[in-house]
């Protein structure tokens, strides 16, 4: 006699209660499926926005914020800062790396931001067309960019503020040279451009010698580097990313810095920990109702067997009585709770990965995350354990009641 067709017939014979079971413990898995991919990809993400950036200069402030906004580009940034001063701390020996930003302007929701060609280093960026830019006004797009219509070669004027609402700079017009292949970093939805392009935007001039009226005046302030230090100290950037040259540093410099100058020295691998941390109190309660939600898929699959196994005492009879063994029917009680177990499991990978996607492609409007459910995570292979875990418990004292029951006295009582 075939368990499986046994089986398969008395799940046909209650579809009700069986669809119950499979939506509660579906919803269940969906939800922890859905919080291990958000989870997995959002940290994955920025960590690999965050690699080799050791410490940030910027205005004083919110730590977290200035991390946000210029490293994750998620936020407004804390101000401006000299950049003389900048670069004060930048040449300090300590230091291997430090890359300029300067934020403010925004074109269709994409950040512009004033770096150096040093930024697309950092990251390992190569080009899919085009080339870096070599003079102002210039612009390199990323992937995600150049999907929303800056091709190479296209124009575009930028908007003051971080949002699609702020003043338009039509009187300065860029132009895309260079298209960035994807590289799975925060590069991929920025628009980056020189410094002096965002300088120019923003009407800072350079206060160069034309500007004299004595012209031998003008050569002995620029012989005696005074005019480099005027200039600079008209310049204003928004951040500096830094790297350290030795792991010493850590414990000294963001002291120094916060300690001993108007300026704040924020820490990226602190504060992504403790956007992280906070984060996960949120992914906690929603695990925790997963959880509550699988128990009860669990106890309703238990109740249904249990409560089949009492009004089906003498059909468990008649198989006894036919020569069915004691094994094979406890087998046939198993197989209908991981049946279900399975089913529902199933469903709930499907309905998990199927909301991350959706999600996905909502919040790629915003140009600040990106999700897909078109992947697998290692972890999901511990999911899968979940319907013989389930459909085991569920079974286990409906099983063991059909194991010690006696035939002939079901027999007799009907």
């Given at each position: 006699?075939?368990l499986?067709?046994?089986?398969?017939?008395?799940?046909?014979?209650r579809?009700l209660p069986n669809?119950?079971?499979?939506?509660l413990?579906?919803?269940?898995?969906?939800?922890i499926?859905?919080l291990?991919l958000?989870?997995?990809?959002?940290?994955g993400?920025?960590?690999?926005?965050?690699?080799?950036?050791d410490?940030?200069?910027?205005?004083?402030?919110?730590?977290?914020q200035?991390i946000l906004s210029?490293?994750?580009?998620?936020?407004?940034?804390?101000?401006n800062?000299?950049?003389?001063?900048?670069?004060?701390?930048?040449?300090?020996?300590?230091?291997?790396?430090?890359?300029?930003l300067?934020?403010?302007?925004?074109?269709?929701?994409?950040?512009?931001?004033?770096?150096t060609?040093?930024?697309?280093?950092?990251?390992g960026?190569?080009?899919?067309?085009?080339?870096?830019?070599d003079?102002p006004?210039q612009t390199?797009?990323?992937?995600?960019?150049?999907?929303?219509?800056?091709v190479?070669?296209?124009t575009?004027?930028?908007?003051?503020g971080?949002?699609?609402?702020?003043?338009?700079h039509?009187?300065h017009?860029?132009?895309?040279?260079g298209v960035?292949?994807?590289?799975?970093?925060?590069?991929?939805?920025?628009?980056?451009?020189?410094?002096?392009s965002?300088w120019?935007?923003?009407?800072?001039?350079?206060?160069d010698?034309?500007?004299?009226?004595?012209?031998?005046h003008?050569?002995?302030?620029?012989?005696?580097?005074?005019?480099?230090?005027n200039?600079?100290?008209?310049?204003?950037?928004?951040?500096?990313l830094?790297?350290?040259?030795?792991?010493?540093?850590?414990?000294?410099?963001?002291r120094?810095?916060?300690?001993?100058?108007k300026?704040q020295?924020?820490?990226?691998?602190?504060?992504t920990a403790?956007?992280l941390?906070l984060?996960?109190?949120?992914f906690?309660?929603?695990?925790?109702?997963?959880?509550?939600?699988i128990v009860?898929?669990?106890?309703?699959?238990?109740?249904?067997?249990?409560?089949?196994?009492?009004?089906?005492q003498?059909?468990?009879?008649v198989?006894?009585s036919?020569?069915?063994?004691?094994?094979?029917?406890?087998?046939?009680?198993?197989?209908?709770?991981?049946?279900?177990s399975?089913a529902?499991?199933?469903?709930?990978?499907?309905?998990?990965?199927?909301a991350v996607?959706a999600?996905g492609?909502?919040?790629?409007?915003?140009?600040n995350?990106?999700?897909?459910?078109?992947?697998l995570?290692?972890?999901?292979l511990?999911?899968?354990?979940?319907p013989?875990?389930?459909?085991t418990?569920?079974a286990?004292?409906?099983a063991?009641?059909?194991?010690?029951?006696?035939?002939?006295?079901?027999?007799?009582?009907?």
């Amino acid at each position: 006699m075939n368990l499986l067709t046994l089986a398969a017939a008395d799940l046909r014979h209650r579809p009700l209660p069986n669809f119950l079971h499979l939506v509660l413990l579906g919803l269940g898995i969906a939800m922890i499926t859905a919080l291990l991919l958000i989870s997995t990809q959002i940290s994955g993400r920025l960590q690999r926005d965050a690699n080799g950036v050791d410490l940030v200069l910027g205005a004083k402030g919110s730590p977290l914020q200035l991390i946000l906004s210029t490293v994750y580009h998620l936020d407004i940034p804390t101000g401006n800062i000299p950049l003389d001063e900048a670069n004060h701390w930048a040449s300090n020996p300590m230091i291997a790396e430090a890359i300029p930003l300067s934020l403010g302007d925004n074109a269709r929701g994409f950040r512009i931001v004033g770096t150096t060609p040093a930024l697309l280093k950092h990251y390992g960026a190569r080009f899919a067309q085009g080339q870096v830019w070599d003079a102002p006004m210039q612009t390199v797009v990323g992937s995600e960019v150049a999907q929303s219509g800056f091709v190479n070669g296209a124009t575009f004027i930028g908007m003051h503020g971080l949002g699609a609402s702020g003043h338009a700079h039509a009187d300065h017009q860029y132009r895309v040279v260079g298209v960035l292949a994807p590289t799975g970093t925060v590069l991929d939805r920025l628009i980056l451009t020189s410094l002096d392009s965002v300088w120019e935007v923003h009407g800072a001039h350079h206060h160069d010698a034309d500007e004299h009226d004595d012209d031998d005046h003008a050569e002995d302030h620029a012989a005696s580097g005074d005019g480099a230090a005027n200039y600079n100290a008209a310049k204003e950037i928004t951040a500096m990313l830094m790297t350290y040259r030795t792991p010493l540093a850590a414990a000294s410099l963001p002291r120094m810095i916060n300690t001993q100058s108007k300026l704040q020295a924020a820490v990226p691998a602190m504060e992504t920990a403790r956007l992280l941390n906070l984060l996960g109190l949120g992914f906690d309660t929603l695990r925790a109702l997963a959880a509550v939600l699988i128990v009860a898929a669990a106890l309703s699959v238990f109740v249904a067997l249990y409560t089949a196994m009492e009004t089906r005492q003498y059909d468990l009879a008649v198989l006894r009585s036919l020569g069915v063994s004691r094994g094979r029917v406890v087998a046939l009680l198993w197989i209908q709770a991981l049946s279900l177990s399975i089913a529902g499991t199933l469903i709930g990978l499907l309905l998990g990965h199927g909301a991350v996607e959706a999600m996905g492609r909502v919040a790629g409007t915003g140009r600040n995350v990106s999700l897909t459910g078109l992947t697998l995570q290692a972890d999901e292979l511990a999911i899968l354990l979940l319907p013989l875990l389930v459909g085991t418990l569920a079974a286990l004292l409906p099983a063991w009641r059909a194991y010690r029951s006696d035939v002939a006295a079901t027999l007799s009582q009907s």
